[in-house]
């Protein structure tokens, strides 16, 4: 089964306005990565934070983590059109090294 | 300058019909992962190998099998597809310690 739930399941934003979405987990983890993906293509990295971390900043892009609620967010700042993908958050369980399991992910539009 | 690649992109098959997809790495990653994705879901884990270590999801299907001769290449076998097996499969890489993974661009299977 799947670890992580996200919300929304789809966002349609103006560009340059932000986008939020939200992850939750099940299990205790060591890491939280977000990742997007393009129609049809593979995955691509976005941003990593650790369990010891609260927030992380890298370009355009912040997450949060709340190991107590057990949920992660990722804010994109000042969107534009080829930001629109699916955004995932997968996490590394402690209880089983390198098991990176992925949630439901969120479809972002960015309408021009 | 990939360094995840998968083969073929797309690989169409009868039902029924034994089919191996590939995926090879330059990376030199001990870390290899499979993923099922369908249509507007999550990837899904099948299978991951540390080095020749291989973990099996409880959920995977005896179906599908996986082999790993060597650090730079990964097959998926798929004994007997059925309807139900077509999506794109998704191979990804990955050094040990807090790392992203690298994902290659997926082959989308047709069962027909």
């Known amino acids: 089964s799947q670890q992580g739930e996200e919300d929304p399941q789809a966002l349609s934003i103006q560009e340059g306005e932000n986008a939020t979405m939200n992850c939750s987990y099940k299990?205790?983890?060591?890491?939280l990565q977000w990742y997007r993906q393009n129609s049809g293509r593979g995955l691509v990295h976005l941003i990593l934070?650790?369990?010891?971390?609260r927030e992380k900043h890298s370009g355009r892009l912040r997450v949060t983590l709340d190991t107590s609620k057990k949920s992660s967010s990722l804010l994109i700042t000042a969107s534009r059109a080829a930001d629109t993908a699916s955004y995932f958050c997968?996490?590394?369980?402690?209880?089983?090294?390198?098991?990176?399991?992925f949630g439901a992910g969120t479809t972002v539009t960015v309408r021009a | 300058d990939a360094m995840v690649i998968q083969n073929p992109r797309y690989q169409v098959t009868q039902f029924g019909k034994p089919v191996t997809l590939s995926c090879s790495q330059t990376?030199?990653?001990?870390?290899m992962y499979w993923y099922q994705q369908k249509s507007s879901q999550a990837p899904k884990l099948l299978f991951h190998?540390?080095?020749?270590?291989?973990?099996n999801e409880a959920d995977t299907p005896d179906n599908f099998q996986s082999r790993r001769p060597n650090t730079s290449f990964c097959f998926l076998d798929i004994r007997s597809p059925g309807l139900g097996d077509a999506a794109m499969y998704l191979c990804?890489?990955?050094?040990?310690?807090?790392?992203?993974?690298?994902f290659g661009q997926g082959t989308r299977l047709t069962v027909v």
């Open positions: 990804a890489t990955r050094t040990e310690g807090v790392t992203e993974a690298f």
């Open positions: 990376l030199n990653h001990n870390v």
């Open positions: 934070i650790r369990s010891n971390e």
């Open positions: 997968a996490t590394d369980p402690i209880s089983n090294d390198y098991k990176l399991s």
């Open positions: 190998y540390y080095d020749k270590d291989f973990n």
């Open positions: 299990t205790s983890i060591n890491n």
